[in-house]
């Protein structure tokens, strides 16, 4: 959001030399000149920046590997597999932090590196100019780190930091007390393990004696009809 309001003239005078849709016609929009200080992007759209530019990379990317194919006709079957190398090759800072593929994800080893990208919180608070309403207020972002390597120095406070119902920024205290689990002491787990333990190994010693000696007249009269 930051570098979105950094924009001056020259990114104002891009977009409005792109825009394919004729003056009069529906769709047609102008941005003027303080359009960036002046309009907020919406909700998801650095994500579907990110993800125009990983398309057109992956198309980049197929187009010359295609010219590298030996036919036409072999080079358009195989532009599908190619145009997703593409995309999965696609390495760059985008609008949402730095875009990388790669991960396993829920719906296969294809998924972007979640350590790529900038996360925030919003604050849900009262708004001070609309009465009986609320607004998102973005109060702390996390970013970008080294995998396994997360932790709260990495957590950026914004716009006054994260505001609880009362007003303060103290976390509220639990509805409940901690309960005491009333867990065995160390010593008392470490000596009934032994016993454990030491129970198992008899069995087992017993059962292959029982075993060695299976023909043994003694052991065969010992022994209940349902175990022999």
């Not at 689990?181 to 454990?196: E, S, W």
């Not at 004696?209 to 009269?221: C, G, M, Q």
Request: hydrophobic fraction near 35%.
């Amino acid at each position: 959001l930051e570098s979105w309001k950094r924009k001056g003239d020259a990114q104002v005078n891009m977009i409005n030399e792109a825009m394919p849709i004729k003056n009069g016609t529906p769709g047609y929009f102008q941005a003027n000149s303080t359009f960036f200080q002046t309009y907020d992007p919406s909700w998801g759209s650095s994500f579907a920046y990110d993800a125009v530019m990983s398309v057109g990379m992956g198309a980049c990317h197929a187009l010359a590997k295609n010219t590298q194919n030996q036919g036409r006709r072999r080079a358009q079957k195989g532009a599908k597999n190619l145009l997703l190398e593409g995309i999965l090759a696609s390495d760059f800072h985008g609008a949402s932090g730095h875009v990388s593929y790669g991960e396993k994800g829920p719906i296969g080893a294809n998924s972007r590196d979640r350590f790529s990208t900038v996360y925030g919180i919003y604050n849900i608070q009262r708004s001070d100019s609309k009465e009986n309403q609320f607004e998102a207020i973005l109060s702390d972002v996390l970013l970008p780190g080294i995998k396994a390597k997360w932790d709260s120095s990495r957590w950026i406070p914004k716009n006054g930091g994260f505001v609880f119902a009362d007003g303060t920024k103290n976390s509220p205290t639990l509805f409940r007390d901690t309960p005491n689990k009333n867990y065995l002491k160390r010593g008392v787990q470490i000596f009934g393990l032994l016993l454990m333990s030491l129970s198992m190994c008899m069995c087992v010693a017993a059962s292959l004696w029982v075993y060695r000696y299976r023909e043994s007249s003694i052991v065969k009269a010992s022994q209940p009809l349902f175990l022999h």
